[in-house]
């Protein structure tokens, strides 16, 4: 069973998935934009081809989402079927196919289509340097002959422009203009994928973000500026941790602040804390919490009274400015 590990052309995997009859895809825990544009995409043209196509995540899909894009509704959170082939979608590594993980592993014909640069998990690998798995699929469709249409244009353009920060981020280049000006002609529904992914909170969120920026301080004049939520700005907010993601975006975006801190009370006196830094590692800092992350993207838990744990905190970034 444990055959070796190849790495593959996009020409190759058109070539593999064109000989199978059923095909399972997987979207890495708590998926983003582009793990699910990228399922719901190669499924609706898979589908065209013929081809029985199942889309599983274990983490549910929120309402949000499903309730804007109607395929997705369609994602299962528990396994079935019998298929010829596994592919695992924007999975950098195994452990990111989650419950799933160990049953894929065992699976003697795997197929990993991803462009973080991680390890080859699956018998068979098409892992580029690309901005978003998005566009391996539509090089992907290319391959396969298939006739791109307006929803699945829609399903590449939520990978593209996620994943590069609505073409901010750095990894933005020609083939990713390229490529959306194409999906726009295809008639990609792109208005939508902006106002769902970038524009809309609720109403909950926002009064969260209130209570935040109510919160607001700054420190080392101003390169460290940090915001903190107790369990009373949630329960007269409404909103819960996952109205908290973005807002630490608010911190680290004054002109003047290095390191951006946003702490949320978990559980009482256990703070989740993330941090963002324009040209500080907090990553390094946050490790010194027992946390990790990304350079520029880190958080970590610290227990403790509000006060003690900003003051623990500002004394870390201290060091580091
Ligand atoms: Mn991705």
């Given at each position: 069973m444990n055959s070796t590990k190849s790495k593959l052309t996009i020409q190759q995997a058109a070539q593999l998935l064109a000989e199978k009859h059923s095909v399972a895809l997987f979207a890495h825990t708590n998926p983003d934009g582009d793990a699910l544009g990228a399922c719901l995409a190669l499924r609706l043209a898979l589908e065209k081809s013929g081809k029985k196509v199942g889309v599983f995540c274990d983490s549910p899909i929120g309402d949000k989402l499903t309730a804007n894009f109607?395929?997705?509704?369609?994602?299962?959170t528990d396994f079935g079927g019998k298929f010829d082939i596994m592919v695992a979608v924007d999975?950098?590594?195994?452990?990111?196919?989650?419950?799933f993980g160990a049953m894929y592993g065992k699976f003697a014909e795997t197929l990993t289509l991803d462009?973080?640069?991680?390890?080859?998990?699956?018998?068979?690998n098409v892992v580029t340097?690309?901005?978003?798995t998005c566009q391996i699929i539509y090089e992907l469709l290319d391959a396969m002959g298939v006739e791109q249409d307006e929803r699945i244009a829609t399903y590449l353009y939520m990978g593209l422009c996620t994943d590069t920060g609505n073409f901010s981020h750095?990894?933005?280049d020609k083939p990713s203009f390229l490529m959306a000006a194409r999906l726009c002609e295809l008639g990609a529904d792109m208005q939508k994928v902006n106002r769902v992914f970038f524009k809309d909170t609720t109403l909950a969120e926002t009064k969260l973000l209130g209570r935040a920026l109510s919160h607001l301080r700054s420190y080392f004049d101003g390169q460290l500026v940090l915001m903190y939520i107790t369990r009373l700005d949630f329960a007269e907010s409404g909103?819960?941790?996952?109205?908290?993601?973005?807002?630490v975006q608010h911190a680290v975006n004054?002109?003047?602040?290095?390191v951006g801190v946003m702490l949320a009370e978990?559980?009482?006196?256990v703070y989740k804390v993330s941090m963002r830094g324009k040209d500080v590692c907090v990553r390094d800092i946050c490790a010194q919490f027992g946390g990790g992350g990304h350079q520029l993207a880190a958080g970590c838990m610290i227990s403790g009274f509000l006060e003690d744990v900003i003051e623990k905190i500002v004394r870390c970034v201290g060091f580091e400015l």
């Open positions: 109607a395929e997705l509704a369609s994602v299962q999975c950098g590594d195994l452990n990111r196919v989650g419950q462009h973080h640069g991680g390890e080859y998990f699956s018998r068979y340097n690309y901005a978003s750095s990894n933005t909103a819960d941790m996952g109205d908290t993601s973005g807002i004054v002109d003047s602040a290095r978990y559980a009482p006196n």
